[in-house]
Nanobody
């Protein structure tokens, strides 16, 4: 079992920045690739970014490329999502998740069913 707790969400104006954190307990994150997903009201939970177990391979959804950065600190058992130049359309609940599947493609990394353990989410609201 892995427990994930996200934090760092909040209300920010368009153009601002937030840094989300996801702390794991129960297992070491060095064994897992990690992903961030988001879900806006009335919409599906969509892929945002992922990072491999050792942090060498990242994937990003097109709309966040160049604005968001995923990183991982295995010593702290924590994964981060640095979000810059935020837009109102980034408003959503953001979730982190562990992935056991070894992926070498965006399609694999972005597939929600490849992720097993999920946090409870943190709300990000971007005002215009």
């Amino acid at each position: 079992q892995v427990q994930l707790v996200e934090s760092g969400g909040g209300l920010v104006q368009a153009g601002g920045s937030l840094r989300l954190s996801c702390v794991a307990s129960g297992r070491t994150l060095s064994n897992f690739a990690m992903g961030w997903f988001r879900q806006a009201p009335g919409k599906e939970r969509d892929f945002v970014a992922s990072i491999s177990s050792r942090g060498g391979t990242n994937y990003y959804e097109d709309s966040v490329k160049g604005r968001f950065t995923i990183s991982k600190d295995n010593a702290k058992n924590t994964v981060y999502l640095q979000m810059n130049s935020l837009k109102p359309e980034d408003t959503a609940i953001y979730y982190c998740a562990t992935r056991n599947t070894l992926c070498s493609s965006y399609g694999c990394a972005a597939k929600r069913t490849n992720y097993r353990y999920w946090g409870q989410g943190t709300q990000v609201t971007v005002s215009s």
